[in-house]
């Protein structure tokens, strides 16, 4: 079935280094392409987004391209700040009945020290 | 600003009882979810709705049931609950629109614990 794998946390950073978290997946068809953010005590947000092959989602400084080749969807983003401390899912879509769903990864754990 | 309020920021109840998670959305909003999050396994569907009395099975759905009588709420029940239940409960709601790319909005979850 569909499927994303993501590299699995924690991931520790210092302020202003790089930031890579990958993500790739597995669907039939060509599946939309999510990152989420959670930050503490929240519930989860869209991040960006992508819907088809070689998009690039952007968003507060952070980017993901839809790569059809590689099936992968990395997140980046040149130099984090400490309020990007967060857990970051990656998720696709597909369609299920009368409804697309969501089907997400397992979450990465990012924490930016000053 | 869109709004999706889950009833209990943390829930404590005791194995077998009844348990009732409610969700209300303020959005008009067509379909309605829940998930569970549990570290390492990320968010699975529970149930999902896509219309008032409307609901569908997600990948998870023993030992628990759902409830939509109105457009605005979406219940998540356990039956009887049991410790391995045990969890961040995530409601979510979508406009069922083309247009809208698909965005779920999340409430900001409900951690049960069963004893």
């Known amino acids: 079935g569909d499927s994303v794998t993501q590299m699995e946390g924690p991931v520790t950073l210092s302020e202003e280094a790089f930031l890579t978290i990958n993500c790739t997946y597995t669907?039939?068809?060509?599946?939309?392409l999510f990152w989420y953010v959670q930050y503490p005590g929240e519930g989860l947000q869209l991040l960006l987004k992508?819907?088809?092959?070689?998009d690039k989602g952007s968003n507060k400084g952070f980017e993901a391209t839809y790569r059809k080749e590689t099936t992968s969807f990395h997140l980046e983003k040149g130099s984090v700040q400490v309020s990007d401390s967060a857990v970051y899912f990656c998720?696709?879509?597909?369609?299920?009945?009368?409804?697309?769903?969501?089907?997400f990864g397992s979450g990465t754990q990012l924490t930016v020290l000053p | 600003d869109v709004k999706v309020t889950q009833s209990s920021r943390y829930l404590v109840k005791r194995t077998g009882e009844k348990v009732f998670l409610e969700c209300v959305q303020d959005?008009?909003?067509?379909?309605m979810f829940w998930y569970r999050q549990d570290p390492g396994l990320g968010l699975r569907l529970i149930y999902f709705?896509?219309?008032?009395?409307?609901?569908e099975k997600g990948d998870i759905p023993e030992g628990y049931s759902v409830s939509r009588e109105k457009k605005e709420r979406f219940s998540l029940i356990l039956e009887s609950a049991s410790t391995n239940q045990t969890s961040m409960y995530l409601c979510?709601?979508?406009?069922?629109?083309?247009?809208?790319?698909?965005?779920?909005?999340f409430g900001s979850g409900t951690q049960l614990s069963v004893l």
């Open positions: 998720a696709l879509s597909v369609s299920s009945g009368s409804a697309r769903q969501l089907t």
């Open positions: 669907a039939t068809g060509y599946p939309s």
């Open positions: 709705s896509y219309d008032v009395k409307m609901k």
């Open positions: 959005m008009d909003h067509e379909n």
């Open positions: 979510a709601s979508r406009s069922w629109s083309r247009s809208t790319n698909e965005k779920l909005f």
């Open positions: 992508a819907t088809k092959a070689d």
